[in-house]
């Protein structure tokens, strides 16, 4: 390894500095044993509760420190950030408490219980600006706003300060590990930008070198992965958004650099499969995790053969989910089990050809959820959107069956990504 790379690695000692000044500062949140997802797993699954911080989110970490490690005569001048939500409100709480103003930078797209959140805890000391429809096109304009302004940008993930921040959750992970006797075999982690993942897993691989750790993007927007692949971070050409707080176009050369040397595997997980651990936290543990949040415990499933008999840890990330998205949540994750489905289907325009229908094409315990039709004039058949709930997700096959003698032409809108979001 060359010196110049070197230099960009994070360490032991530079997590630890970060550990020392956080410590009286933020919350130590707890490593929490649970029951549900060990027995799921036939392992010992341990949760690192960070949607408990401060600002319900390990976001704060990163930015205190980086903030903190800036010259006060420079910081006093005002900082800027680009966030999705969860560094926006770390730098506000941080800027509020030190009394620093700070220009946040965030997509259009961001929630907005999130937006409201930045401004709660910022108070006076914040300036919001909405721009762009994703992270990346928000940070653009709040790096060309810092040099225009002679500002001090704090990153989101791409700083060695922000990372070091980060990584102070797997001190003490290591440290309530080390109380309970426990020997860490699995460590699962998200990836965003990155900044998470590269100061977890630099500070686990100098302290436990044998623990494995997971990095989880989900598979609308692993750009991470996508890096691994080409040998360099990499835009993506496309993007799935609604994993807010981990959907980044283009991870950095530092997460990269980091991530490469100290992460042992990447496993990406399907939004739908979000939704559906989303609900499942919370109905079965009483966690408010957001998609980003959840990331790690979707990604048990991936790993659930080698995981027997395993010590497993997964960090929480964040708990701020806006109630306002649940209804979308719980369909995705609907969608995604098979338990609802859409089709357009050509209807006979004749009396009794929805009774037909009902009785014939349907399993007798599936339900119609959704139904739009508009008779057309002077034709023989109509197209039809309709939505089914399976009363048993088994009986999918030989409901397709009966659909396509129905209709030999229908259109499963599962198969057509475009047509579901214009119809559904």
Known sequence: MDILTEKKLLDKNSVEMAYKVLQPIITQTPLQYDAYLSQKYHCQVYLKREDLQIVRSFKLRGAYYAIAQTPEEVRKKGVVCASAGNHAQGVAWTCHQMQVPAIIFMPTTTPKQKIEQVRFFGKKQVTIKLIGDTFDAAAAAAQEYCQQNNLTFIAPFNDLKTMAGQGTIAVEIFKAAKKAELEVDYLFSAIGGGGLIS????????????????????????????????????????????????????????????????????????????????????????????????????????????????????????????????????????????????????????????????????????????????????????????????????NTASLQARLHEFDPHYIDLKENQMLYEMMV
Do not use: W
């Open 199 to 394: 100061g977890v897993a630099a500070y686990t691989k100098a302290v436990s070198p044998q623990t494995k750790v997971i990095g989880v993007e989900p598979t609308g927007a692993a750009s991470m992965a996508a890096a691994f692949e080409l040998g360099h971070p990499v835009t993506l050409a496309t993007m799935e958004k609604f994993v807010d707080g981990a959907a980044v176009k283009t991870v950095g050369e530092l997460t990269y650099l980091n991530a490469k040397n100290y992460v042992d595997q990447l496993t990406t997980v399907a939004e739908g499969h979000v939704c559906t651990t989303i609900l499942e936290l919370y109905s079965k543990e009483a966690i408010v995790a957001e998609p980003a949040g959840a990331l790690s415990v979707s990604a048990l499933d991936n790993f659930k053969d080698e995981l027997v008999g395993k010590t497993v840890v997964c960090v929480i990330s964040g708990g701020n989910n806006d109630i306002g998205r649940m209804q979308e949540i719980k369909e995705r994750s609907l969608v995604y089990e098979g338990e609802q489905r859409y089709f357009v289907v050509n209807f006979p325009q004749r009396p009794g050809a929805l009774k037909e229908f009902v009785n014939q094409i349907l399993n007798p315990d599936d339900d119609i959820t959704k139904f739009e039709y508009t008779k057309k004039v002077n034709r023989g058949k109509g197209p039809v959107l309709i939505g089914v709930r399976l009363g048993n997700r088994n």
